[in-house]
Nanobody, 121 residues
Framework: QVQLVESGGGLVQSGGSLRLSCVAS????????MGWYRQVPGKERDLVAT???????QYADSVKGRFTISRDNAKNTMYLQMNNLKPEDTAVYYC???????????????WGQGTQVTVSS
């Protein structure tokens, strides 16, 4: 049993900041790459940023320079610091993790429930 629990979403004005958190809990052996995705109704779910176990990061061009992804392996937690938010950042943000559950059950993709981020003009 593995769960990804997100927090930190909300409503902010353009230019404001939010920090999203994602905590992995349950029974698992190791967490691999983690990432944040976002989705607008009627659109595909798009990659925002990823971070490996060792801290290597990748960002979508649309958020580069404004968002920072990080993780605390000791806490099984990933963060997304979002600065200088724009109305076009409005979306449901999803936590993703690739997790090795056990030697017997192998690995799986896991997703959080999503958290709404709304940026007003």
């Amino acid at each position: 049993q593995v769960q990804l629990v997100e927090s930190g979403g909300g409503l902010v004005q353009s230019g404001g900041s939010l920090r999203l958190s994602c905590v992995a809990s349950g029974s698992f052996q190791r967490i691999g790459v983690m990432g944040w995705y976002r989705q607008v109704p009627g659109k595909e779910r798009d990659l925002v940023a990823t971070v490996t176990t060792n801290g290597s990061t990748q960002y979508a061009d649309s958020v580069k320079g404004r968002f920072t992804i990080s993780r605390d392996n000791a806490k099984n937690t990933m963060y997304l610091q979002m600065n200088n938010l724009k109305p076009e950042d409005t979306a449901v943000y999803y936590c993703y993790a690739f997790i090795w559950r056990t030697v017997f059950s192998g690995s799986s993709d896991y997703w959080g429930q999503g958290t709404q981020v709304t940026v007003s003009s």
